[in-house]
């Protein structure tokens, strides 16, 4: 997966601004006490109401509290966290929160969108169904103006004989394949393991390898140097390279040995085809008779999630691909968000237009309409503003 958070605001504040479109009420409190909770009246902590993992705080608002609700303790704060509302005391104005891993302080502030009306009973909208509206509208755009890539590489593997592969449920769309299917070799002369794991390596000829590339060793004479595979995983990245020499952080003893090979993978990539141009130019590839590495890659007859290769592998590979990537079904109240920033006021509108087609109570079809709109004209905004960006010429990029 792609790694999120690519700015600053979370589900929970989109929640904030959707609970003042759809004028509910929110949490935002700040805490007078905070003690231990503890079992029944007058158990662990005078009057606690918790486990042993609850927290028993005094709030100065109760507004947006009920049992069940999400709430992030210690907004805005590193201590922040989500805890569960399992007692609300309407007299002494309390509530008791759980689990929480960390104190906080009097002075912080509870806040969440709760979305409380009718919540005891018949609730308008719940804060988990809210979350994934939000997570929801958040891929319906990156479905419709994909800008997040990501590249997977040995992720998966490409058996002898496997015609078709399956790559994983968050691609949108898979823009490029390439196999491992070989490496460029530079001759070692000796090689040395000093204290704290570096190696420092002096070839037996020229080598035009450069810091950060990522190396597999072989066939040293002491096998503690050798890499174990030629996963990625597997690979060194190089700290230094020049004057024939090559470093780079590899664990192991002092030891000190010669020969073997310092190797950089080669992944060529591979055309997009159809089956049927396949089949067209060669009636007999399925077989290989020949045992040729593949050079083609398709998607049609894969079914969903599924591309093919052609010839059909006659060896094993590691695949690297790159894709438009869709974000989790599921969002908490203090993730991240795969979008920027600036592009999630759009997925806040299209987030509203769920809950407003939802039947019941709330069903606003003229309002939906509206922020299906607002949603509509952002993704045509986005979609031009990229388009043109890319499409500029350098020297435009170069000014903006």
Same mark, same amino acid.
């Given at each position: ?14 929640? $904030?601004?959707?609970s ?14 905070? =003690? ?14 918790g ?10 608002? @109760?507004?947006?509290?009920y ?24 007299t ?9 891993? *960390? ?22 909208w ?18 419709k103006c994909p ?11 490409f058996?002898?004989?496997?015609q ?11 823009? =490029?394949?390439a ?52 996963? *990625? ?29 310092? *190797? ?22 399925y077989? *290989? ?7 083609f ?23 690297e ?5 869709r ?17 999630l ?6 987030? $509203? ?40 010429? @350098?020297? $435009?990029?170069?000014?903006?």
């Amino acid at each position: 997966m792609a790694a999120r958070i690519n700015g600053i605001r979370t589900p929970c504040d989109l929640l $904030m601004e959707i609970s003042y479109h759809l004028i509910e009420q929110v949490v935002n409190a700040t805490i007078t006490t905070f =003690r231990q909770g503890g079992f029944g009246d007058g158990g662990f902590g005078t009057g606690g109401y918790g486990g042993p993992n609850g927290f028993v705080i005094g709030v100065n608002d @109760l507004t947006g509290f009920y049992v069940g609700a999400q709430v992030v303790v210690g907004w805005n704060l590193p201590t922040a966290e989500v805890g569960n509302v399992i007692f609300v005391n309407y007299t002494t104005k309390e509530v008791s929160i759980e689990p929480l891993l *960390n104190a906080h302080s009097i002075g912080e502030t509870i806040l969440a969108p709760t979305f409380p009306t009718q919540a005891p009973t018949d609730p308008l909208w719940t804060q988990t169904e809210m979350l994934g509206y939000v997570a929801r509208a958040q891929n319906e755009f990156l479905i419709k103006c994909p800008i997040i890539y990501q590249i997977l590489t040995d992720q998966h593997v490409f058996n002898i004989g496997q015609q078709f592969q399956t790559y994983p449920q968050n691609f949108i769309e898979l823009e =490029r394949v390439a196999l491992q299917v070989g490496r460029v070799s530079y001759p070692i002369a000796t090689i040395t393991r000093t204290l704290g794991g570096f190696i420092q390596a002096t070839m037996a000829g020229p080598c035009p390898l450069t810091s950060q590339e990522l190396i597999y060793v072989t066939d040293v004479a002491d096998p503690s140097f050798n890499s174990i595979s030629t996963a *990625n995983s597997s690979l060194f990245p190089i700290v230094v390279a020049g004057g024939g020499q090559v470093i780079w952080s590899q664990p192991g003893p002092n030891a000190s040995s010669t020969g073997g090979t310092i *190797n950089v993978l080669l992944y060529p990539r591979l055309y997009e085809t159809t089956q049927e141009q396949v089949a067209n130019r060669d009636p007999q590839w399925y077989f *290989n008779n020949g045992g040729a590495d593949p050079g083609f890659w398709y998607e049609d007859r894969a079914g969903n999630y599924g591309l093919g290769l052609a010839p059909v592998p006659m060896n094993n590979y590691y695949a690297e691909y790159m894709a438009s990537v869709r974000d989790t079904d599921t969002l908490g109240l203090l993730d991240g968000f795969l979008l920027p920033d600036m592009m999630l006021h759009f997925v806040k509108y299209k987030a $509203m237009e769920y809950a407003l087609t939802k039947d019941g109570e709330a069903r606003s079809p003229s309002y939906a309409a509206y922020c299906r709109m607002r949603f509509d004209m952002g993704v045509i905004a986005c979609d031009r503003y990229l388009h043109g960006f890319v499409e500029a010429p @350098l020297n $435009m990029q170069g000014n903006s």
